[in-house]
């Protein structure tokens, strides 16, 4: 279940909100300028799908987004806890960074954890199946995949090349709670 949890940047033990309702968790993240919505698949889909079959079952809402958006570049994403390089990939947006460019993710299965960090507070939204989440250029933020990653998402890109993270150098990102599947919370 997708979930929002509202902390003060200091007090990463004790979040102000806590919700599971998709309106609300849209809501909170209307205020700060994040885009949160729910797709539904024109067709089943299910992890091992080629990013074509993929791609064609969410085909009126990408399409949407990229006419509204002005993506150049849309790709399909798939990690399996099994990868051989799923260390490297978790540990490689750990810490807090920015990008020059919004990050867009629809997550087509499985679920991964974006924290944004928008001063005073700490937004920790964990996406999963049908979840989009749209993160405007320049929003500090981390990305944790967990120790298992499981997931297929679809990427959207300004920029054909994809984007490049930017990292603020702070400990911040370490004092929260890690994405550990299985675990309550």
């Known amino acids: 279940m997708s979930r929002l949890r509202i902390f003060v940047e200091d007090q990463p033990d004790t979040p102000q909100l806590s919700t599971s309702d998709q309106g609300e968790i849209a809501r909170e993240l209307a205020k700060i300028g994040v885009g949160f919505e729910q797709w539904q698949a024109a067709q089943p889909v299910k992890p091992g799908d080629s990013p074509e079959t993929i791609m064609a079952a969410y085909r009126g809402d990408i399409d949407r987004i990229v006419a509204e958006r002005g993506f150049k570049t849309v790709d399909v994403v798939s990690i399996a806890p099994d990868n051989p390089q799923r260390d490297t990939?978790?540990?490689?947006?750990?810490?807090?960074?920015?990008?020059?460019e919004d990050e867009v993710r629809f997550f087509v299965a499985g679920s991964g954890l974006f924290t944004l960090h928008v001063e005073p507070k700490v937004y920790e939204i964990k996406c999963e199946q049908g979840d989009l989440i749209s993160v405007p250029d320049s929003t500090l933020h981390w990305f944790d995949m967990g120790p298992q990653p499981s997931f297929v998402a679809i990427r959207f890109f300004t920029e054909p090349d994809g984007w490049v993270g930017y990292f603020t150098g702070t400990d911040l990102a370490q004092q929260f709670p890690r994405y550990e599947k299985g675990q309550a919370g």
Request: hydrophobic share 25%.
């Open 89 to 100: 990939m978790r540990s490689k947006f750990l810490d807090e960074h920015y990008h020059k």
